[in-house]
């Protein structure tokens, strides 16, 4: 099982990313998915997440109206859409997956009990 995030990069406030966390080794629509972010000297927090039998989605309330989480079955890959983007948004983003429980606030509150995590990919907002 490996997860590989990407799309991260340096972007002014107000700009947009797209992130997105390639599945490899199981079926991405089995499992919830979640967008977790790091920033520096501050814990992990849940960003989004997204169901696995109806997709049913959860954000954050710092996410709320400006990202947008989707799934392509095809490309076995979950995408994180972030739009008007604030210097706040600045963190390691990361997607991990859970094989259980279905996408809720209880994914993005207790973060550490997800199953696999990938590595991040580093966002940046700044003019």
């Known amino acids: 099982v490996q997860l590989q995030a990407s799309g991260g990069g340096l972007v002014q406030p107000g700009g947009s990313l797209k992130l997105s966390c390639r599945a490899s080794?199981?079926?991405?629509?089995?499992?919830?998915i979640g967008w977790f972010r790091q920033a520096p000297g501050k814990e992990r927090e849940g960003v989004s997440c997204i169901s696995a039998n109806d997709d049913s989605t959860y954000y954050a309330e710092s996410a709320k109206g400006r990202f947008t989480i989707a799934r392509d079955n095809a490309k076995n890959t979950v995408y994180l859409q972030m739009n008007d983007l604030k210097p706040e948004d600045t963190a390691v983003y990361y997607c991990a997956t859970d094989f259980e429980k279905p996408c809720s606030s209880t994914i993005l509150q207790y973060y550490y009990q997800m199953d696999y995590w990938g590595k991040g990919t580093q966002v940046t907002v700044s003019s």
């Open positions: 080794g199981f079926a991405s629509d089995y499992w919830t």
